[in-house]
């Protein structure tokens, strides 16, 4: 029994949610001054993911959401994903006190224009994108 306990916390501590791992497993940015260079001179939106460790919600968007076929496809024409952990350097605007957060951040302004927070699915995560892009579009057709 306590091998069993001693093995499930180990595994549960491999699968804890790291911002930079999950950066580097998605081929997503870190650090958001360099995401938001990248944004501006690619003409997408950005799409920062604020994650903690041993968040098991965060580990969920991560695995299963963000990892998803379609889901990366989307991010790639569209924005520039940035995944950073709640204590990282990032304007204040964008703090928050649930995990995950997931903030669609216009290029231009550097401003959100859609937020969503909690575990969201792959066809939800794919209907934010749309509307965030939407909503930015809207900014400047008005």
């Not at 549960?12 to 990248?38: E, N, P, V």
């Amino acid at each position: 029994m306590k091998q069993w306990i001693l093995w499930m916390i180990l595994g549960s501590m491999l699968m804890a949610t790291d911002a930079g791992k999950a950066a580097r497993m998605l081929g997503a940015q870190s650090d958001f001054k360099t995401a938001m260079t990248q944004a501006k001179s690619e003409h997408k939106m950005v799409a920062m993911v604020i994650v903690k460790e041993h968040c098991r919600w965060c580990e969920k968007l991560v695995r299963r959401t963000l990892d998803d076929a379609q889901v990366k496809a989307q991010l790639a024409k569209d924005y520039v994903l940035l995944i950073v952990d709640k204590d990282a350097s990032y304007p204040a605007d964008f703090k928050e006190n649930f995990f995950p957060s997931i903030f669609y951040i216009d290029e231009k302004t550097g401003k959100s224009v859609y937020e969503n927070v909690g575990y969201v699915g792959t066809k939800c995560f794919l209907n934010d994108l749309q509307s965030a892009l939407k909503m930015r579009n809207d900014l400047y057709n008005n």
